[in-house]
Nanobody
Framework: QVHLAESGGGSVQEGGSLRLSCAAS??????????MAWFRQAPGKEREGIAS???????NYVYSVQGRFTISRDSDKALLYLHMNSLKEEDTALYYC?????????????????WGQGTQVTVSS
C-alpha cells in the first residue's frame, strides 16, 4: 500500500512562494510505471489536477500554473515537491498529492488510487 503525507502549506500574500512536500512510502518503487501528481480543491469547486510527474521524470502542468509551479521528485527519499511561485488569490485551495500505477500520467481524479490528507494554501491580496 502506498501512503502519502503532504506538508508545507500556509498563508502567503500574492506574489509570494511556497514549497509543498509529499512523503511517499518506498512501496512506490515496487511499480515499474507510476505517476504522482498534485491536485487542488477550492471551496465549492471540483478537485483539479495541476501537475504530474512519472517514473522517468516527465512532467505535465495545467495551463493555469505553467511557468509558476514546478513539480519535482527526490527518488532517493521518496519525496514529491511542488514549488509554487508568483502565487495568486485563485491558487487558494486544499492541495493533495496523489499516486497511480500505470504508464499514462494524466489528471483524471478517478484514476488515482492513493491520496494524502491535503495541506491548505491560502493566498491573500
Amino acid at each position: 500500500q502506498v501512503h502519502l503525507a503532504e506538508s508545507g502549506g500556509g498563508s502567503v500574500q500574492e506574489g509570494g512562494s511556497l514549497r509543498l512536500s509529499c512523503a511517499a512510502s518506498s512501496f512506490i518503487y515496487s511499480f515499474n510505471w507510476f505517476c504522482m501528481a498534485w491536485f487542488r480543491q477550492a471551496p465549492g469547486k471540483e478537485r483539479e489536477g495541476i501537475a504530474s510527474i512519472n517514473e522517468d521524470g516527465t512532467t505535465n502542468y495545467v495551463y493555469s500554473v505553467q511557468g509558476r509551479f514546478t513539480i519535482s521528485r527526490d527518488s532517493d527519499k521518496a519525496l514529491l515537491y511542488l514549488h509554487m511561485n508568483s502565487l495568486k488569490e485563485e491558487d487558494t485551495a486544499l492541495y493533495y498529492c496523489a499516486f497511480r500505477s500505470g504508464s499514462t500520467c494524466h489528471f483524471d481524479v478517478n484514476q488515482y488510487t492513493n491520496w494524502g490528507q491535503g495541506t491548505q494554501v491560502t493566498v491573500s491580496s
